[in-house]
């Protein structure tokens, strides 16, 4: 039995006057004792737990930067009114407000008490136990008790990098329909017949419509729309780099949310692999609008794992997933003991068989740190970020000799300058 506040009063109350020389001490106990009393009915009197009702849904989801209502609905199903508090308790990194409520339910209502969150990081958070503390009718005594209601909330990646999304689909659009319509004779999927005109590449005659038909004629082809492309996360140590207020992790994840949904626009099967020395992600190769969802719920739950990435692993789990050609992007970092010793001995397995894109978050730190001249302190971090800036140009340019192609761009830019580099793939036929 909890005794609340009102009670203690009382007893405090009771003591001073006693102090006073009133009443008696036999007066003294018979208070003493009617207060018990008091306390007892009071309690008995008390809704019971099995009395209260508790309900919510077991998911929700959110974007992470925004805040949302956890309703929880409480319902009395017993006789008698529910007086009390209830604690709705959140892990701290969920950032819960408002999780203290007042109950005075009567008996068959039922109400919904909404807990706002507003979490400070990706992935999921479990709600802790519900608490409740009820008293009785005169709120001098009550009793306590914990009840688990499962809950979750998921917090997205925030995708900042959508703003950009309408812009490169509408140009990729013009590009699908500039290739369709001047490129006739390109590409590798087949689209019509048409008739022999001289110039024409006598490869392209289809001998066989041609003999049932009055004239000479030649297949038209058009770039292939239905091309894989799987991306690749590293998720081992480096990815937990800083790289401003994120990590550079947070960074590739941004990147591969804006290419992943730019080409599943482009009618492209998108896939996705987060891995160090295991699968931290998986997402088979989809296609469609619903590619951005699964990609997002995907990536919510990923963070960096600090061992070093087993390059070798990733790269046997790239090749039972993409059995057909396809364009392989991978998010890594360009340190230069890192691509040495585990990247460039694997990727001529990947380059042979794939088009392969190295995609590296360069700190912004660097550059700036190079181009400051200003003191004596200034000069040698400058030929510092001069000497990291100059090794992770050898290491693009022996990735670019081995038919890898490399972009490395600060933070911020990585999403943009990696959907121009899809268009320009695009554009070419180069997929």
């Known amino acids: 039995m909890i005794v609340t506040g009102r009670l203690v009063a009382v007893a405090i109350a009771a003591a001073v006057l006693v102090t006073a020389g009133w009443p008696s001490w036999f007066g003294v106990l018979a208070m003493s004792a009617l207060l018990c009393a008091l306390g007892a009915i009071d309690r008995a009197l008390t809704a019971d737990s099995a009395d209260v009702d508790l309900e919510r849904a077991e998911l929700s989801v959110l974007r992470l930067g925004t805040a949302t209502e956890i309703e929880l609905t409480v319902t009395n199903t017993g006789a008698r009114t529910l007086r009390g508090r209830l604690w709705d308790d959140w892990p ?19 109400v919904r008490l909404r807990t706002t969150l507003a979490p400070t990081r990706r992935g999921d958070r479990a709600a802790g136990p519900v608490t409740l503390r009820l008293w ?20 997205l990646p925030p995708f900042r990098s959508e703003r950009l999304l309408a812009g490169k689909v509408k140009r990729l659009q013009h590009l699908e329909g500039r290739n369709l319509a001047d490129l006739r004779g390109q590409g590798t999927e087949f689209d019509s017949f048409r008739e022999y005109v001289p110039g024409d590449d006598v490869r392209t005659i289809d001998w066989r419509a041609t003999a049932r038909a009055t004239d000479v004629l030649v297949r038209t082809w058009r770039p292939e729309r ?8 590293d998720t081992g140590r480096v990815s937990a780099g800083r790289i401003g207020a994120g990590t550079r992790l947070d960074n590739a994840i941004e990147a591969a949310l804006l290419l992943g949904s730019l080409a599943a626009a482009g009618g492209d099967s998108v896939g996705l692999l987060a891995y160090d020395r295991e699968v931290r992600a998986e997402l088979r190769s989809g296609t469609g609008r619903g590619v951005q969802a699964k990609l997002m719920h995907a990536l919510a739950g990923v963070v960096p794992a600090l061992v070093d990435t087993d390059a ?8 039972r997933r993409a059995r057909r050609r396809s364009l392989i992007v991978w998010f890594t970092s360009l340190d230069g003991a890192a691509v040495t010793e585990n990247l460039l001995p694997v990727l001529p397995v990947l380059a042979e068989r794939h088009r392969v894109l190295i995609v590296s978050v360069t700190d912004p730190e660097i550059a700036a740190a190079a181009a400051d001249r200003d003191g004596r302190a200034a000069l040698y971090r400058a ?9 992770q140009a050898v290491l693009q340019e022996s990735l670019r000799r081995m038919g890898v192609a490399v972009i490395a761009a600060a933070g911020p830019d990585v999403p943009g300058a990696l959907a121009d580099e899809y268009l320009e793939l695009k554009q070419s036929a180069a997929l």
């Not at 701290?92 to 039922?110: I, N, Q, V, Y």
């Not at 030929?383 to 800036?389: L, P, T, V, W």
């Open 92 to 110: 701290d990194s969920a950032g819960a407000t408002d999780g203290e409520h007042r109950l005075a339910l009567p008996p068959g209502h039922r």
């Open 136 to 155: 009785g009718p005169l709120g001098l005594a009550g009793h306590q008790f914990r009840r688990r209601v499962p809950a979750r909330v998921r917090a």
């Open 226 to 233: 239905n091309r894989q492309l799987l991306m690749l996360m």
């Open 312 to 319: 070798e692993g990733l790269v046997r789990a790239t090749i």
């Open 383 to 391: 030929a510092a970020a001069e000497s990291r800036i100059a090794e």
